[in-house]
């Protein structure tokens, strides 16, 4: 048999067991993984007529909670409307008088502009903590400034005071991933803390370290040492604005240190703080202590010291959708709403959200929000919505930055939550994904191409399965390996 004989014959095999990829869906369906689950799976050519049936369509119109892959809607909004190369701006005035000895009869204010990074260290080109009380306290002394006889004042007042959405878990708040937030942002909103595991599983773990310093707060240590290897199983019982936590939980054997993330009862409070501190150290007093501002006051005949630029917005993007960092999402949402309602809260976000869904002819029926990031198992939304709305986008301005935000499948130098999914299939370097979850929630969600370049926007969403969840993304990386491989057959007859 030659060569030619034997490729027709392995092709004529391949058409013979081939399956669609919703023949695909539908046999999935009935695996015992996705017993008593929800699942939803939709996929559609971003170019296609309205009209024209869906490359696949399961349950595309149940509503599901979606996790993190809701996030694709606050960036890619943002994007258009504030811009790739959008800035945030936090800017130190004093007002008062300086007399000649060098004392200010007047304050010091942080003016939040909404700067999700300040202080942080997600986002590269943002300058750290110890930087950042430099260059103030320099621009400070440059104003001949020697003594302070007013207070040190953290301005959150551009948007609404600093808080969380109502709905989210109490056990989820006092973590670095349920972080409130507010116009004045700080070290990202969370801490860093330390722990000392103890000798044996069942043993005390002991408090280290809180980086950086929260003055006042106060904590009940239970944390105890779980086995070698056993992971962060820690948790923080903690809420916005209250400064008494529980630590509880397990952190592993066999580290001198092991490091879980917080958030910070109060960002504006602790920079403020921070500034204080850091002024003491050079001898220049605080008479009036630190104080936050969130009514706005006009900052006419007050004085800039210091303008701290942020990075541009494409950056921040990237951050907020690979390394799914719900704070950064939950602040460009605020600052969407600010632009385009003229009130930076949560509710009028998402009130934008709706109206821009509609701009953009999306059905938005089945969609109901309640964050910006996901975190609330009341976000609710359908699997079509998802993929209509991507399909949309594609037409913006704003496309190609962010396309790039979502990770590339299969990659292993692109940070992200996919760096296997797909891996050495045709869904590898091609596929861009977003995934989420939160507990019995599962989804993916993003573009890939098939075999004709052509672009096809999917998402897949399952709730209350009873399997383990790295079943499930198996069971979603074969649909999208599937669709990679679209027109493999023509591929393979030329």
């Known amino acids: 048999m030659n060569f030619k004989r034997i490729l027709i014959l ?22 015992e993984e996705l017993n008593h689950a929800q699942w939803s799976v939709y996929a559609r050519y971003v170019d296609q007529a309205p009209d024209e049936e869906a490359i696949i369509s399961h349950n595309a119109e149940m509503s599901l909670a979606c996790a993190s892959s809701l996030k694709v809607l606050a960036v890619g909004i943002a994007l258009d409307r504030l811009g790739a190369n959008h800035t945030y701006k936090t800017k130190l005035y004093y007002d008062g008088i300086i007399s000649e000895d060098g004392v200010l009869d007047g304050s010091i204010y942080i003016l939040g502009g909404g700067d999700p990074t300040l202080g942080g260290d997600q986002v590269g080109g943002v300058m750290s903590q110890r930087k950042l009380m430099s260059t103030w306290v320099r621009a400070i002394e440059g104003a001949g400034i020697k003594k302070i006889n007013g207070s040190i004042i953290g301005d959150e007042s551009l948007y609404a005071p600093f808080h969380a959405p109502g709905n989210w878990s109490w056990e989820d708040l006092g973590n670095y991933y ?23 599983e069942g043993d005390d773990a002991e408090v280290i370290a809180i980086r950086p310093q929260i003055p006042g707060f106060k904590y009940t240590n239970r944390m105890k040492t779980g086995p070698e290897h056993s992971g962060d199983n820690g948790y923080i019982l903690c809420a916005p604005n209250v400064y008494e936590a529980i630590f509880y939980g397990t952190v592993p054997a066999g580290n001198d240190r092991f490091t879980i993330k917080g958030s910070i009862p109060n960002p504006a409070l602790v920079i403020a703080q921070a500034l204080e501190t850091s002024l003491e150290k050079k001898g220049i007093s605080t008479e009036n202590g630190v104080m936050v501002l969130n009514e706005k006051k006009k900052y006419n005949g007050r004085k800039l010291l210091n303008t701290v630029k942020s990075p541009p917005l494409r950056l921040i993007a990237e951050i907020t959708n690979k390394l799914s960092n719900n704070t950064f999402t939950e602040m460009l949402l605020l600052s969407v709403a600010d632009k385009e309602m003229g009130l930076g809260t949560t509710r009028a976000g998402i009130k934008y959200i709706y109206k821009f869904m509609d701009r953009l002819q999306v059905d938005r029926s089945g969609l109901r929000l309640v964050d910006a990031s996901g975190l609330s198992q009341e976000n609710m939304i359908t699997t079509k919505i998802f993929s209509d709305y991507l399909s949309e986008m594609t037409k913006r301005e704003s496309f190609d930055i962010f396309y790039k935000t979502f990770a590339r499948a299969g990659d ?37 191409s098939d ?4 672009m096809i926007a999917f998402s897949l969403i399952a709730n209350n399965y009873h399997c383990k969840t790295k079943e499930i993304t198996g069971i979603h990386e074969k649909i999208v390996v599937a669709l990679a491989n679209i027109g493999k057959e023509e591929s393979l007859e030329d």
């Open 178 to 200: 349920g972080a409130g937030f507010g116009a004045l942002c700080y070290s990202d909103n969370k801490y860093y803390l330390d722990f000392k595991p103890g000798e044996k």
């Open 412 to 448: 292993s130098k692109d940070f992200g939550h996919v760096q296997y999914f797909g891996d050495n299939t045709a869904a590898a370097g091609n596929a861009r994904v977003k995934t989420g979850y939160i507990n019995s929630v599962r989804s993916h969600t993003g573009y890939v």
């Open 10 to 31: 392995s092709f004529s095999l391949f058409l013979l067991f081939a399956q669609t990829p919703q023949e695909l869906v539908q046999e999935l369906a009935e695996l």
């Open 451 to 454: 075999m004709n370049g052509r």
